[in-house]
């Protein structure tokens, strides 16, 4: 009834689609867009490594844009840096020998703004170099 309905108002022939057929083309949409996902968490993957793959996925899934992503992940990412990889290089507060910053940067919000911009910036470098070298 519905689509001798709709056939008539649009004046196209109906089609003869069953459930089964309305599934199938589901269930394909759906195999493609995990698919189409995948490789946007592989391409975030390549620029920033040392991010999770749940958290990537977590972020493409709102922004569905890799350039988005890498940019939300990397105002956040001095919570994801390896212990050791990067030493705050402020005059207020001096690093300790495992290479952690001193519990003064977090209380100094000068201090700690500055060592979130240059582990922002050593991850943008790293994730250029990255994709040139990948890429040329």
Same mark, same amino acid.
């Given at each position: 009834?519905? !689509? ?12 003869? @689609? ?10 394909? @949409?759906?195999?493609? !867009?995990?698919?189409?996902?995948? $490789? @946007? ?18 972020? @493409? ?6 350039? !988005? ?16 990889? +990067? ?17 003064? +940067?977090?209380?100094?919000? +000068?201090?700690?703004?500055?060592? $979130?911009? $240059? ?18």
């Amino acid at each position: 009834w519905y !689509q001798r309905r709709v056939r008539g108002e649009l004046k196209v022939p109906a089609l003869r @689609l069953s459930c089964h057929d309305v599934s199938e083309h589901k269930k394909g @949409l759906l195999r493609e !867009q995990v698919m189409d996902m995948d $490789l @946007l968490v592989r391409q975030v993957v390549e620029v920033l490594p040392n991010i999770p793959e749940s958290e990537i996925r977590a972020d @493409l899934m709102r922004t569905r844009d890799t350039t !988005q992503t890498i940019y939300n992940l990397v105002k956040t990412a001095p919570k994801e840096i390896p212990k050791g990889s +990067v030493t705050p290089t402020t005059t207020a507060t001096k690093p300790t020998a495992v290479g952690k910053p001193s519990s003064s +940067v977090f209380k100094d919000p +000068v201090a700690r703004a500055n060592m $979130l911009e $240059l582990k922002k910036a050593q991850l943008i470098a790293n994730g250029r170099r990255r994709y040139i070298e990948k890429h040329g």
